[in-house]
């Protein structure tokens, strides 16, 4: 079994920065992609940043420019950079560890953000 907890949320100002960060634990991190999603409340979970288990990346067109992602397989955590935040940046942010082929897909709790105007 998989756990994933995630940190580094907050209250924040607009334009501001904040950094997340999921550890996972168990031995399949390096061979996973690794994600970061949202849910603001009323909207559906949507996907913010992926890293592949080889490290390629993919953004939200919305997060494009702002949001950088990395992981550090050697700590078994993933990190979200979020800078010039805006106020519909405002979500519940999970962390989700799942293999490519969809053999296992785990979730974090959320960790969350809140950027105010």
């Known amino acids: 079994q998989v756990q994933l907890v995630e940190s580094g949320g907050g209250l924040v100002q607009a334009g501001g920065s904040l950094r997340l960060s999921c550890a996972a634990s168990?031995?399949?991190?390096?061979?996973?992609?690794m994600g970061w999603y949202r849910q603001a409340p009323g909207n559906q979970r949507e996907l913010v940043a992926v890293?592949?288990?080889?490290?390629?990346?993919n953004f939200a067109d919305s997060v494009k420019g702002r949001f950088t992602i990395s992981r550090d397989n050697a700590k078994n955590t993933v990190h979200l950079q979020m800078n010039s935040l805006k106020p519909e940046d405002t979500a519940l942010y999970y962390c989700?560890?799942?293999?490519?082929?969809?053999?296992?897909?785990?979730w974090g709790r959320g960790t969350q953000v809140t950027v105010s105007s």
């Open positions: 890293i592949s288990s080889s490290g390629s990346t």
């Open positions: 168990g031995s399949i991190f390096s061979i996973s992609d």
């Open positions: 989700n560890l799942r293999h490519r082929t969809g053999l296992f897909n785990y």
